[in-house]
């Protein structure tokens, strides 16, 4: 059973940074992909960022040029640094993981695509 734990969020003013984790247990898969999604209250979830497993990137473009994700050295960590933050930032957000790779196609960043979720972190930037 593949759990999915996010950590780092917190409250930021505007232009400052963050950087999410999402630490993966039970994760076994050798070809996958990983992402980021944010639900703001009254909208509907998300895609922020997705990583696929040769390392492949894909951005929404409201976040493009601020936010970067990555993995940790032993592929069950997964961060989100978030740079020059705004406002309309401020979400609750998601890690998410499927076992298989996305070969960062615009499915990565489409909740449909993915079969594990974490329980989420808030994010709160202000102006």
């Known amino acids: 059973q593949v759990q999915l734990v996010e950590s780092g969020g917190g409250s930021v003013q505007a232009g400052g940074s963050l950087r999410l984790s999402c630490a993966a247990s039970g994760y076994t898969y050798s070809h996958d992909c990983m992402g980021w999604f944010r639900q703001a209250p009254g909208k509907e979830r998300e895609g922020v960022a997705a990583?696929?497993?040769?390392?492949?990137?894909r951005f929404a473009d409201s976040v493009k040029g601020r936010f970067t994700i990555s993995r940790g050295n032993t592929k069950n960590t997964l961060y989100l640094q978030m740079n020059s933050l705004k406002p309309e930032d401020t979400a609750m957000y998601y890690c998410a993981a499927r076992q298989n790779n996305c070969y960062s196609g615009f499915w990565s960043l489409r909740t449909w695509f993915y079969n594990d979720w974490g329980q989420g972190t808030q994010v709160t930037v202000s102006s």
């Open positions: 990583i696929d497993t040769d390392g492949r990137t």
